[in-house]
Structures are given as C-alpha cells and as structure tokens.
C-alpha cells in the first residue's frame, strides 16, 4: 500500500489531512453541545473538548513524529 501512496507520508500532507479529520470530528462531536440547553449543555461542552484537546494532541504528535522521521520512513 505505500508504494501506491507516497504523497501522502509527508509531514505538510499529514497535516492536511488530520486538519481535514479533526474538523470533521469537530463538528460532529459538538452536535450535542448545540442540541442543549443550560448546564447539560455546559457538560456536553467540556466532554467535547477534552475529547478534541485529546484528538488534537495525538495527530499534532504524529505530524511531529512523520516530520522527524520516526514514523513512515
């Protein structure tokens, strides 16, 4: 499989494409937070947001590490 895809284990188009997921995951994850009201939504707020600081951090490290030339080389 990499042999057919190696555009795509560069560090700038890691990043392009974890932007891509995690604004779709964004969205979708926060469906909740705007589907509520009052302190059920300030719930659905905070666990929407440790889930996406969580995401976040894992794809930012794996971009770090791609760059670096730890991973996919």
């Known amino acids: ?12 188009s890691l990043g392009v494409i974890n932007l891509i997921i995690f604004l779709a ?4 994850i926060t469906i909740p937070v705007f589907a ?13 947001g440790t889930i ?3 995401e976040a951090a ?5 971009v770090v590490l791609t760059s670096q030339g730890r991973i996919f080389t």
């Open 1 to 12: 499989m990499p042999a057919y895809v190696p555009f795509l284990i560069s560090a700038m």
């Open 25 to 28: 995951s964004a969205l979708i």
């Open 36 to 48: 509520t009201r009052g302190r059920t939504q300030a719930i659905w707020a905070a666990v929407s």
């Open 52 to 54: 996406l600081l969580v």
């Open 58 to 62: 894992v794809l930012v490290t794996l």
